[in-house]
């Protein structure tokens, strides 16, 4: 998945990597779906809709890009699907997805499902901060190249 790719849309650029990756409505449909406990191919169908031939490509790549791994289901006559931990770290982008869609993709009013913790009580607007907690924006900050040294984690 790091290693270079001449299909990248934009090779230095995270955001177009990160959507080369799991850009697609599908994909990201299947990882929402896996954060919140779907496992089977079934479940998956069933609760998105998807195409079986659809379902079985993304749940293919996302594999092949190690957001997603199977495993012999608990009945151990099927095999299930788990995020993995590059997958579990999608979490925050969700999150802020969801809550983009709460603000601007419905009519005031209009009915739709909220996020919310173990107590029931909805999850916090995810927002960037600065390191002494001051609220970032786009006005506020700016994409810097890293030297070819510096971009290794």
């Known amino acids: 998945m790091r290693a270079t790719n001449p ?7 995270p955001v177009a990597r990160t959507l080369d990756l799991v ?3 599908w ?11 779907a496992r089977s191919f079934t479940e998956f169908q069933r609760r998105t809709g998807i195409a079986r031939n659809i379902l079985t490509d993304r749940l293919r790549r996302l594999t092949a890009h190690g957001l997603v791994a199977q495993r012999p289901a608990p009945s ?13 770290d999608l979490f925050p982008v969700i999150v802020t997805l969801r809550q ?3 603000r601007h ?6 009915p ?8 029931g009580t ?15 924006d786009s006005g506020t900050t700016h994409v810097r190249k890293l030297p070819d040294q510096q971009a290794v984690r």
């Open 7 to 13: 299909g990248w849309t934009d090779p230095e650029c």
């Open 23 to 25: 850009g697609d409505r």
């Open 27 to 37: 994909s990201l449909l299947v990882i929402r779906d896996a954060m919140d406990g």
């Open 76 to 88: 151990g006559r099927r095999q299930e699907y788990v995020l993995t931990d590059a997958g579990r």
């Open 100 to 102: 983009w869609g709460e």
């Open 105 to 110: 993709a419905f009519a005031p009013g209009e």
């Open 112 to 119: 739709h499902s909220v996020l919310v913790d173990e107590q």
């Open 122 to 136: 909805p999850v916090p607007e995810i927002s960037p901060t600065g390191a002494d907690g001051t609220p970032l």
